[in-house]
């Protein structure tokens, strides 16, 4: 019996594991931005509190499509980073545009109007921690 | 007299031997829906457990095999523990533990810690009354991922919510009936998943997923063979669940998700197997017939498999 015991927590370690799928091996969902694409609004991260951020949001347009793409962009790991298109420099009216990932250009939904969206944000989700702003400039 | 009830017995078992092979059938030909498959509220009956009562300590493990939506296959075992403290009182805990396999991949971490009392009231014309109250604490705030992926809750360990447990149960001659509620009191769930993203329309959007509490009931019927080797415990299950859940959206609004309340019902047939005095082995076999329109939390199954094994000292 007791070596029962012991080995229950072993065998739950060994359990312990996670293996990627069809639909989540790397990469997947890579959205090239096409030579055509005119850029229409860019801005640069700047980091909160105790983060280090670099490099540029920007918005190019492809027929009636607009992506996000962020250029030369890297930024302190965190557990659930999302990037959120926001209406201001703090995540309460925004689009969640999905985790951040080591794919760098994010569609947007159709049925956004871009031009209410002044803001692209990198957000903790899970803790609810802002990591970087990019306020948006017209080009 | 002796063998008269023994035939009487044997008579009886034929007869409901007969009448459970219809309610398989019946189930069997039900095609894929919700199943029990809530570490929750599906499995507390357990804490009522009231028929051993020589032994103080009473170990159990177990693995549970399920079919879940879309392609999600898994494995769950538990461990469980319970300390009877007198003839009234006793006190079960649990830890859980889930591998979900599918196209997402696999994933497997703790689910949850369970705690439940359980009071047993003094036996009055054959019929005896007990009472439970329980908390389920989550291991994970259930936003599990694979490769930076958010994951659906049907790959989730836990639902990440701090729930509590209510219920009580009544035992008169050869069953059983339960009554419990299952309600989230804290939510803790963090979950990132969104259909726009998830590359399948198999599972709904959870992101920041809020659960609604359910209501159980449970009736089971109890027989065992001449030699009491075998026990039969086939029973039916009432799952409402009290209302719709919800999420928020990819424009930061929460929406309900329509169609996640309502009724499932599902059939369970537990057979067990006495080793010893202190030991028996149990497989548990569960298959929905009723289900909600939409089941965001993963909680579906169209076949369950458990496979148990006791010990008492």
Known sequence: MKKLFKLIPILFLILSCQEEGELTRTPQNIVPITPTAILKYYGTFEPTSGIAVAGEAKIYQEGTQYKVKLDNFSVSDGPDLKVYLSKAATPTDFVNLGNLTSQTVYPIPSSVNIEDYSHVLIHCQQYSHLFAIAELIQN | ?313
């Open chain 2, 1 to 313: 007299m002796k063998s008269k009830i023994h035939e009487y017995q044997k008579n009886n078992f034929k007869v409901m031997s007969k009448k459970l092979a219809l309610i398989l059938v019946v189930f069997a030909n039900q095609g894929f829906s919700q199943g029990c498959s809530d570490a929750g509220i599906c499995s507390i009956n357990k804490g009522f457990t009231t028929e051993e009562k020589n032994f103080k300590n009473h170990i159990e493990i177990a693995a549970i095999f399920g079919a879940g939506e879309s392609d999600v296959r898994y494995v769950s075992p538990y461990v469980s523990y319970t300390k009877r403290f007198n003839d009234r009182f006793s006190f079960t805990s649990k830890v859980t533990f889930s591998t979900a396999t599918g196209s997402f991949g696999t994933r497997s971490q703790f689910g949850d810690a369970f705690l439940i009392g359980n009071y047993s009231f003094k036996e009055k014309s054959k019929k005896q009354w007990s009472a439970l109250l329980g908390w389920k604490f989550p291991f994970t705030a259930s936003n599990l991922k694979i490769n930076g992926y958010s994951l659906p809750l049907d790959y989730q360990s836990s639902l990440g919510t701090v729930d509590l447990f209510l219920g009580t149960n009544l035992n008169y001659k050869n069953w059983d009936f339960n009554a419990a509620l299952q309600i989230p009191v804290f939510n803790l769930n963090k979950n990132s998943y969104f259909k726009e993203y998830g590359g399948t329309d198999d599972f709904p959007s959870t992101n920041l997923f809020e659960r609604k509490s359910d209501a159980l009931l449970r009736a089971t019927y109890s027989m065992k063979t001449p030699n009491k080797k075998f026990t039969f415990k086939p029973n039916v299950l009432f799952i409402y669940h009290l209302g719709e859940d919800s999420y928020e959206n990819i424009f930061s609004q929460r929406e309900n998700i329509k169609g996640s309340d309502g009724l499932t019902i599902n059939g369970n047939l537990i057979t067990s197997y006495s080793i010893s005095k202190q030991s028996s082995i149990e497989l548990s076999l569960a298959t929905p017939f009723v289900v909600r329109d939409v089941r965001p939390d993963g909680l579906t199954r169209s076949f369950v498999a458990g496979l148990q094994y006791q010990y008492s000292f």
